[in-house]
C-alpha cells in the first residue's frame, strides 16, 4: 500500500516530518537545479534510494499536476476517522477548527490546508460526500500543511457540528447575507469556522446549525473571493483576536 506526493516543498515537508514514510523517490533525468539538490542530499543521508526517470513518467505519475521534478512513493500517512474527534476535543484547552463544506476543488483543499497550519489549526473538518480527496494534487498546493493539520472526514457533518457544540465550541459560519461582519463579530478562543463550497457556499442544514453568521466586507466590483482565499483572511482574523 503506497500513495504519491510530489512537488519540492510537499517532499521536503514528509522528510522533516516523518522519513520513515518514504519508499522510492524519483528525479528528473538531467534536471540541475540549486532547490532539487540540497534535497537529494538530504533523502540520500536518510538512506532513501533516489532514481532518475524520464518527464513523461513522472508526470503521469503526478496526473498532470506540477511535479518541480521530483516524485516519492510514500507509505499512507495517519487516517484520522470520526471517532478522533472527541479525543482530540479533550486533549485541547481551546479548539480551533475549520469546517469546509463542500470544497471540491483539490486545489482550494490544499490551500486551505496551507492557510490553517500556518494559523495554528488543531484539525480540519470534511463530509465524505462533496468534498476534495486528499490526493497528491491537494499535498503540492498545500506545501507539507497535509502531513500537519489532521483532515477528518464525517459522515454527517450537521451531526457533528452539534457534536460541537457539546464541547462548548462556537461555530462560526460565513455568508454573503450575514448581518454583520467579520471585523465587528467577538470570537472566542475555542472556535469552529465554517467555510462554504465554491459559488454555492454552505448547505443549509450546516448553516442552520452555526452559532453566528459573519461576512467578508466587500468594497470593489467583485461580488465574492476564492474559499481559499476568504478561509486565510477569516482564520487570520481569528488568530489576531485570540492573541488580543
Not at 510530489?6 to 522528510?15: M, N, R, T, Y
Not at 469546509?100 to 490553517?116: E, F, I, K, W, Y
Not at 454573503?176 to 454555492?200: F, I, N, R, W
Request: charged share 20%; aromatic share 4%.
Amino acid at each position: 500500500m503506497s500513495e504519491i506526493i510530489f512537488g519540492i516543498h510537499a517532499v521536503q515537508a514528509l522528510l522533516e516530518r516523518d522519513p520513515q514514510r518514504f519508499q522510492e523517490v524519483f528525479i528528473l533525468k538531467g534536471r540541475d537545479d540549486r532547490r532539487l539538490q540540497p534535497l537529494i542530499a538530504a533523502l540520500e543521508a536518510q538512506g532513501i534510494a533516489v532514481q532518475v526517470a524520464n518527464r513523461q513518467w513522472l508526470d503521469s505519475q503526478a496526473e498532470g499536476g506540477v511535479h518541480q521534478g521530483i516524485v516519492a512513493r510514500v507509505k499512507p500517512g495517519k487516517n484520522y476517522q470520526e471517532g478522533d474527534l472527541p479525543d482530540l476535543l479533550e486533549s485541547i484547552e481551546n479548539p480551533f477548527l475549520l469546517i469546509l463544506d463542500g470544497v471540491t476543488d483539490p486545489h482550494n483543499l490544499g490551500a486551505c490546508l496551507r492557510s490553517a497550519d500556518a494559523a495554528g489549526v488543531h484539525a480540519v473538518i470534511v463530509p465524505k460526500d462533496r468534498s476534495a480527496q486528499l490526493n497528491a494534487t491537494a499535498k503540492k498546493v498545500a506545501c507539507g500543511a497535509a502531513e500537519n493539520v489532521p483532515l477528518i472526514r464525517v459522515t454527517n457533518l450537521a451531526r457533528t457540528m452539534r457534536l460541537l457544540q457539546e464541547y462548548q465550541v462556537w461555530i462560526v459560519g460565513t455568508a454573503g447575507e450575514a448581518d454583520h461582519t467579520l471585523y465587528q463579530s467577538k470570537l472566542p478562543a475555542s472556535l469552529a469556522l465554517v467555510m462554504g463550497a465554491e459559488g454555492e457556499g454552505m448547505r443549509r442544514l450546516t448553516r442552520e446549525h452555526c452559532d453566528e453568521l459573519i461576512s467578508i466586507p466587500m468594497a470593489g466590483s467583485v461580488s465574492s473571493l476564492n474559499v481559499s482565499v476568504a478561509t486565510g483572511i477569516c482564520l487570520f482574523e481569528a488568530v489576531r483576536q485570540r492573541q488580543a
